[in-house]
Nanobody, 118 residues
Framework: QVQLQESGPGLVKPSQTLSLTCTVS??????????WAWIRQPPGKGLEWMGV???????YYSPSLKSRTSISRDTSKNQFSLQLSSVTPEDTAVYYC??????????WGQGTQVTVSS
């Protein structure tokens, strides 16, 4: 059973970089046909897909966030990470990581609140 857990600072100042890590257990981030995603939900709004890193390391990003987003992985730690640069208060949201076998978002972390404020 795949389990995921987000971690990172809950408060980030405007213009800084938001950095989060997702730790995966019960499966490998190199498992064939898996992708590993970041999704966020701003207050009062729906889920927003941010991007994924595939099992082979290929990355894909939302066009609206691509210029500010970087997803990476550390296979030795079975982790993948999110970096979102130049943040503003509109980036305040609950951030989720997810495991995506064959395009199905089957596994989710519990989410972590990140607030952008000075």
């Amino acid at each position: 059973q795949v389990q995921l857990q987000e971690s990172g600072p809950g408060l980030v100042k405007p213009s800084q970089t938001l950095s989060l890590t997702c730790t995966v257990s019960g499966g490998s981030i190199r498992d064939t046909y898996y992708a590993w995603a970041w999704i966020r939900q701003p207050p009062g709004k729906g889920l927003e897909w941010m991007g994924v890193i595939a099992y082979d390391g290929a990355t894909y990003y939302s066009p609206s966030l691509k210029s500010r987003t970087s997803i990476s992985r550390d296979t030795s730690k079975n982790q993948f990470s999110l970096q979102l640069s130049s943040v503003t208060p509109e980036d305040t949201a609950v951030y989720y990581c997810a495991g995506v076998p064959q395009y199905e978002y089957d596994y989710w972390g519990q989410g972590t609140q990140v607030t952008v404020s000075s």
